[in-house]
């Protein structure tokens, strides 16, 4: 049985996974689940798929898999032995710590930050849920401003967020960075060069080139 995602092409967390699948060159097969219409929330969808009624969703060999860093590091260990994105090559102990600690970063304060501003800035609206709260906005840009600024930091030594190799955490930014330009932040790119080097360097991968065309 074909490897089968469930997701869409607008979902950022579904980028993710088709960036992995990408850089496996692994074949499978793309169920678009329609946002707008609601798809993702049909009840058949949040039984079989996803019990929170999001996207995206993978079956592979009776196996099925929801949220997406999951399913990426599922993906890396049954086809990725070896990949660059394998992080069980890690060899050393402190490196360990570091890229864990790098993947913490992304989930526990990158990814909110912006997340909330494009929720506030531009899906609240779309989602008939009012205007921006601008009180919530500043918040969450001094959120963004000071991650961002220890990523400043954090790049001055190495090349990439979690080392001097390109991986599974420096991936999980990507389907985001175009929400600079989205939400008008570009000066909190170009206003930190190591960051902006950083982004240019992951965003130069033929993956992440592919799939967002």
Not at 48 to 74: H, M
Not at 92 to 115: K, L, T
Not at 165 to 175: C, N, Q, T, W
Request: charge should be negative; hydrophobic fraction near 40%; charged fraction near 20%.
């Amino acid at each position: 049985m074909a490897i089968k995602l469930h997701g869409s092409t607008l979902s950022t967390c579904t980028q993710r996974v088709l960036q992995v699948l990408t850089e496996l060159d692994v074949p499978y097969e793309f169920s678009d689940v329609n946002m707008a219409l609601g798809e993702h929330k049909n009840p058949d969808f949040i039984a079989n798929f996803q019990p929170f009624g999001k996207v995206p969703a993978l079956e592979d060999d009776g196996l099925k898999l929801f949220e997406s860093r999951a399913i990426c590091k599922y993906l890396i260990t049954k086809y990725g032995k070896g990949h660059q994105l394998d992080s069980s090559q890690i060899a050393s102990i402190a490196d360990i710590g570091i890229y864990e600690q790098a993947a913490s970063v992304e989930y526990s304060y990158f990814e909110p930050a912006i997340s909330g501003l494009g929720y506030e800035n531009i899906f609240k609206k779309f989602m008939g849920r009012g205007d921006a709260d601008p009180a919530a906005v500043l918040q969450l840009r001094a959120s963004l401003a000071q991650v961002l600024d220890y990523y400043e930091k954090v790049l001055a030594t190495r090349q990439y967020l979690a080392g001097n190799e390109f991986s599974l955490v420096d991936l999980y930014h990507l389907p985001w960075m175009p929400f600079f330009a989205k939400l008008g932040l570009e000066s909190e790119l170009t206003s930190r060069p190591n960051f902006e080097a950083w982004w240019k360097r992951a965003s130069s991968r033929p993956s992440w080139q592919k799939i967002s065309q």
